[in-house]
């Protein structure tokens, strides 16, 4: 299982960029999927999730700026930012878990430990 983040950069406030996911020997299709970021100091948090069953989920600070999709046939998520804020900046991490039969897609992604495979990560810096 390995999942492989890009797309990251140095982009001036008010930028977009959109980050991407590959998995390999895995299919995504049934798997949640995660977009967490790690700030330095700070703890890592969610920043948008999807599933099939519950579909996405997005923290209040991305909401209305920050979309997150899949491409079946790539095998590959994306989350698209717009309107990046230096508050913004982050390691961003694609992550991908179970879905749990118990708990939604919101719940899983308040939780980093509730993912088991994760990707690099890709480093986002937004800055004047």
């Known amino acids: 299982v390995q999942l492989q983040a890009s797309g990251g950069g140095l982009v001036q406030p008010g930028s977009s960029l959109r980050l991407s996911c590959a998995a390999s020997?895995?299919?995504?299709?049934?798997?949640?999927i995660g977009w967490f970021r790690q700030a330095p100091g700070r703890e890592r948090e969610g920043v948008s999730c999807l599933s099939s069953r519950d579909g996405s989920t997005y923290a209040d600070s991305v909401k209305g700026r920050f979309t997150i999709s899949r491409d079946y046939a790539k095998n590959t998520v994306y989350l698209q930012m717009n309107n990046l804020q230096p508050e913004d900046t982050a390691v961003y991490y694609c992550a991908a878990g179970d879905v749990k039969d118990t708990i939604t897609i919101a719940t899983m992604c308040a939780r980093y430990e509730r993912f088991d495979y994760w990707g690099q990560g890709t480093l986002v810096t937004v800055s004047s």
């Open positions: 020997r895995f299919t995504l299709d049934y798997y949640a």
